[in-house]
């Protein structure tokens, strides 16, 4: 009994461990292909950037797969996150592209945020300032939207530096003062106070480079009253010494150096150290203090142990000047050179052209000083002249702007004009789409009645016509006979009377009701060839071959009516000898030709004419008439 007791205890211990075991590597295998947990080894920071793209790239395949939107686009996030710290912008932007795409997708308005600050912001890092600059604009108008104050006004202060990178001043300014407008209606907090800064400090730079140096130290004073960030106060106190040094007031420039160094050396950061201390050296020597070179050469030997390129031609570049300022040519020289050469090590283009000014001057002596003063001179004044054009037209539109009423709300009221934008389309959509039903709805209705109307007139014509033969020629043809049977009346009388009763039958038959639903091609070659006789010979070409199916009833009458006013006209007026109609199709239009070798006359329109044309017109076809006294008469209709 203890044997099987113990063996059931094994039996147990065993089963819980094959449990554990096999439970634990379940738990392994599901944590492994989980999503989460390629999520969070993404994001771990102990491991290298090439792990944690390696997750990410693992994340978003997984996400594929399983048709899992939220990670997908977590991982893309990442990814593009991910080598925007490896450095690499080009994929770092067509990731985030991708992550734009998905996010419109998904319709994700925090990764559609996301994705256009990614994409504005690594443009603007790898110096593609059009498209960063596309891109901010972009993204402040989803945070209008989105009633997003601050994320207007970051936006706002990267396309100012944008604009002020391409050389755009004043945009660059109108800009800033638009995202200074919008912090002046927000609560004080440190996020609105560091915006603040930045934007004065960019507003201070802006004015120093169009020459307005008040201006400019106006923005700084303002700023030093703002701020007690001892980072801040150094790049104020800084700026203000530059635009002393632009000045030539070296002694002012003096004073703020020295703040910005003593502020630096409690810092303890050797990078910002070295930089003070070399613009504090530079106006040194300047003014000829006899410590100036060994400063300088101090901040030196600090920048080569930070190995900073860009401070490093900083260094050379001011002990080259400092050595040209004393004449002393090969020392000039030699700095000069080294500058060139840190320039070609950074691919900073506007750096090497500083070191070769250096340079040249060195090596050409005064004509090349000359040429290059003369130069510097004119280019100086021209850009004067395009700085005070640009300056008054931009005092003329900001005192236009701020006339106009600054509104307090502002994102509120985007949203309502956008708001008011969109009924008002809906509202003009709808009058036009009811204007355009009423003129297509009058067009028929006047098509309709013009037609009726039409009609009415061929009744009207065929009920004078029936009048006419029935009343008029019977009681002139009764008068005929009763004359016939009284000889005593004179012959002539009789024949007026003959006269009469033709001239009345021939009208009763041209207006008489025509029968256009039989052979209408038989009824068109009796009309015609009624006019033949022994003088009139009537040629008709090619008639059998329209399809005169095509035609309605309406527009069949009324061609039947115009070639009989053409060739009662004929017979009438134009003594012809020959007369040829021709007819043909081009497409679903019907084209008819006719011309006599009559006398031919002036075209002036009388009544007949002017009937035709009314007549075409009102069944949207049209006559054209050609002659010339001699030449016979031509006519073109088409229908």
Not at 252 to 278: D, H
Not at 320 to 337: L, M
Not at 614 to 629: C, D, H, L, Q, W
Request: charged share 25%.
């Amino acid at each position: 009994m203890k044997v099987i007791k113990t063996s059931f205890l094994f039996f147990c211990l065993y089963l819980a461990s094959f449990v554990l075991t096999n439970g634990t590597n379940l738990y392994a295998q599901e944590k492994t292909d989980s999503l989460n947990y390629y999520y969070k080894l993404s994001l771990d920071t102990t491991q290298s950037i090439p792990t944690n793209l390696l997750y990410a790239n693992k994340l978003i395949d997984l996400s594929i797969k399983k048709n899992n939107v939220y990670y997908r686009l977590n991982g893309l996030n990442r990814k593009s996150y991910l080598h925007s710290k490896q450095g690499d912008f080009n994929t770092a932007i067509s990731t985030a592209k991708r992550l734009l795409k998905e996010s419109k997708k998904a319709q994700d308005s925090s990764n559609l945020l996301l994705a256009y600050r990614k994409l504005a912001d690594y443009s603007r890092l790898s110096d593609s300032l059009l498209n960063a600059y596309s891109y901010y604009q972009e993204h402040k108008a989803l945070n209008v939207l989105f009633r997003d104050s601050l994320g207007i006004i970051r936006d706002l202060r990267f396309m100012s530096s944008i604009q002020y990178k391409l050389g755009l001043l004043y945009e660059s300014e109108s800009t800033a003062v638009e995202a200074i407008t919008l912090l002046d209606h927000l609560n004080e907090s440190s996020a609105t106070t560091d915006a603040k800064v930045g934007l004065y400090n960019h507003l201070g730079i802006i004015y120093k480079e169009i020459g307005n140096y008040d201006r400019a130290l106006e923005h700084y004073n303002k700023l030093l009253s703002i701020t007690k960030n001892i980072h801040y106060l150094n790049i104020i106190h800084g700026n203000v010494a530059n635009v002393y040094k632009e000045q030539g007031n070296y002694n002012l420039a003096l004073v703020e150096f020295k703040k910005v160094y003593e502020n630096s050396i409690k810092s303890n950061n050797n990078k910002e150290i070295a930089r003070a201390l070399n613009n504090l050296a530079f106006v040194k020597s300047k003014l000829n203090y006899p410590e100036a070179l060994s400063e300088m050469k101090k901040a030196l030997e600090i920048r080569k142990k930070e190995n900073d390129y860009s401070d490093l031609f900083s260094s050379y570049v001011a002990l080259a000047e400092h050595f040209t300022d004393r004449n002393n040519k090969i020392q000039a020289k030699i700095y000069s050179n080294k500058a060139y050469e840190i320039s070609l090590k950074t691919k900073n283009k506007l750096d090497r052209l500083k070191a070769l000014s250096f340079i040249v001057e060195l090596e050409n002596g005064a004509k090349i000083r000359e040429y290059k003063n003369l130069t510097d001179s004119i280019a100086t004044a021209k850009q004067n002249n395009e700085n005070k054009f640009a300056y008054i037209k931009y005092n003329y539109n900001k005192k236009e702007k701020e006339a106009q009423e600054i509104k307090i709300k502002y994102i509120q009221s985007e949203l309502k004009v956008a708001k008011e934008k969109s009924n008002k389309t809906i509202y003009q959509s709808v009058t036009l789409m009811v204007l355009m039903l009423t003129i297509f709805l009058y067009f028929i209705i006047k098509s309709r009645h013009k037609k009726e109307k039409l009609q009415e007139v061929y009744i009207t014509e065929s009920r004078i016509s029936k009048k006419v033969h029935d009343e008029v020629a019977n009681d002139v043809y009764h008068i005929m006979t009763k004359l016939q049977s009284d000889k005593s009346l004179k012959e002539n009388i009789l024949d007026d009377l003959e006269h009469v009763y033709f001239k009345t039958r021939d009208i009763s038959k041209e207006n008489s009701i025509l029968d256009v639903h039989e052979d209408y091609n038989e009824l068109l070659k009796d009309l015609l060839l009624s006019y033949k006789n022994d003088s009139i010979n009537v040629i008709t070409q090619n008639i059998s071959k329209i399809d005169w199916n095509t035609l309605t009833e309406l527009k069949k009458m009324t061609l039947f009516r115009v070639l009989q006013e053409l060739m009662t006209n004929m017979r009438k007026h134009s003594y012809a000898s020959l007369v040829v109609l021709s007819f043909k199709t081009s497409g679903k239009t019907i084209i008819i030709d006719y011309k006599d070798n009559g006398v031919g006359c002036n075209l002036i329109k009388h009544n007949g004419l002017r009937n035709t044309e009314n007549r075409m017109a009102s069944i949207n076809g049209t006559i054209t008439f050609e002659s010339e006294p001699g030449n016979g008469f031509k006519v073109q209709i088409t229908v």
